[in-house]
Nanobody, 118 residues
Framework: QVQLVESGGGLVQAGGSLGLSCAAS????????MGWYRQAPGNQRELVAT???????NYADSVKGRFTISRDNAKNTVYLQMNSLKPEDTAVYYC????????????WGQGTQVTVSS
């Protein structure tokens, strides 16, 4: 079992910055992909960014050049730095972990609200 605890988020004006953190505990294995997803009211949950254990990253087109995902493997923590925020970035942001052993197991954090005012 894996537990994901998010921190950060809040209210910021358009053009501002926020940082999110997600600390993972439990059965974290070396093969995993950590990531952030978001869900705005009335919308489906969508990918924001992912990062592998080796540091390979993937971003949604809507956040490329503005958001940066990173991780500290020693701390089992993943970060999301969000710059040049836009009102359309307003959503609940969820931390996600995909753990690869003989099968793939997926875990979610509880979510943290990010609100960008215009």
């Amino acid at each position: 079992q894996v537990q994901l605890v998010e921190s950060g988020g809040g209210l910021v004006q358009a053009g501002g910055s926020l940082g999110l953190s997600c600390a993972a505990s439990g059965s974290i294995f070396s093969g995993n992909i950590m990531g952030w997803y978001r869900q705005a009211p009335g919308n489906q949950r969508e990918l924001v960014a992912t990062i592998t254990t080796g540091g390979s990253t993937n971003y949604a087109d809507s956040v490329k050049g503005r958001f940066t995902i990173s991780r500290d493997n020693a701390k089992n923590t993943v970060y999301l730095q969000m710059n040049s925020l836009k009102p359309e970035d307003t959503a609940v942001y969820y931390c996600n972990a995909k753990i690869f052993t003989s099968i793939m197991r997926q875990y979610w954090g509880q979510g943290t609200q990010v609100t960008v005012s215009s």
